[in-house]
């Protein structure tokens, strides 16, 4: 099934100008592709609901909706976690908030020169030229996986279905959790935590492995860490900030 491509611009006239410059690019550069016929957040999330990605999806921050861009990003990332986001705005003092969002966005594109093709058409081709050669990376590479035997059970898990691995308190147990279910493993959080790689995975918790993917909201005063599943994760005010030195780095 084709990747389906995302341009979502609540300008008609630079929409459609969008849609021009980055479909010859699509098909000069050979993409199996289909443009998708949505551009409203409630109706490009339907469609992304519904397909398998990975998606391309060109994504305007300030959308005059109920959605800005930034949040339709966030929200694509539940279902399309290998999807490529490319921010394409005029508003390029928001770029620290894009990365500050979790959104993992693959390039942010300015509307400085907007239908100015010598300009513009080089930086749409640059970065669709990266998600190329990392689609036939992805295609290459096998799916990584969680292999762990515990007793008669053998458990194999791909890794972007793991919410977050929760060590059970007194006993050399831990209970993984799933987008759809949870599993309790005899085996220390230590030995899985070998196997969850740290670009993925926020390891430094004495008691958790996390999916940075999954994560949702995070209230630094209170402590809590909210996941895509629905539950909430409860930490110390002195642990919880390891995971905000983490994200300080990642500025």
């Known amino acids: 099934m084709a990747m389906q491509v995302f341009i979502s611009d609540d300008n008609e006239q630079q929409r459609l100008w969008l849609t021009e410059i980055i479909t010859a690019q699509l098909n000069q550069l050979q993409f199996d592709?289909?443009?998708?016929?949505?551009?409203?957040?409630?109706?490009?999330?339907?469609?992304?609901?519904?397909?398998?990605?990975?998606?391309?999806?060109?994504?305007?921050?300030?959308?005059?909706?109920?959605?800005?861009?930034?949040?339709?990003?966030?929200?694509?990332?539940?279902?399309?976690?290998?999807?490529?986001?490319?921010?394409?705005?005029?508003?390029?003092?928001?770029?620290?908030?894009?990365?500050?969002?979790?959104?993992?966005?693959?390039?942010?594109?300015?509307?400085?020169?907007?239908?100015?093709?010598?300009?513009?058409?080089?930086?749409?081709?640059?970065?669709?030229?990266?998600?190329?050669?990392?689609?036939?990376?992805?295609?290459?590479?096998?799916e990584p996986t969680l292999t762990l035997k515990s007793g008669a059970l053998l458990l194999k898990l791909k890794l972007r279905d793991i919410v977050y691995c929760e060590k059970v308190h007194g006993l050399r147990t831990t209970r993984i959790v799933t987008d759809s279910q949870a599993y309790i493993v005899h085996k220390n959080l230590s030995t899985i935590k070998a196997q969850l790689p740290a670009t993925h995975f926020f390891n430094d918790f004495q008691s958790y492995a996390i999916n940075l993917d999954k994560i949702v909201t995070v209230n630094f005063n209170k402590g809590l860490v909210s996941m895509a599943n629905g539950d909430r994760l409860s930490f110390s005010r002195g642990t919880i900030k390891k995971l905000r030195a983490y994200y300080q780095t990642q500025e």
């Open 33 to 142: 592709y289909e443009l998708a016929p949505v551009w409203q957040p409630t109706d490009v999330l339907r469609m992304v609901r519904a397909s398998n990605g990975p998606n391309i999806y060109f994504l305007d921050i300030v959308l005059k909706q109920a959605t800005n861009g930034i949040e339709l990003a966030s929200a694509i990332r539940n279902y399309d976690p290998d999807g490529f986001i490319i921010y394409v705005s005029v508003r390029d003092d928001m770029l620290p908030e894009t990365l500050s969002a979790m959104t993992t966005p693959t390039g942010f594109i300015s509307k400085a020169d907007m239908f100015d093709k010598a300009k513009f058409v080089p930086r749409v081709t640059r970065v669709l030229q990266v998600i190329k050669q990392r689609l036939v990376t992805l295609k290459q590479a096998p």
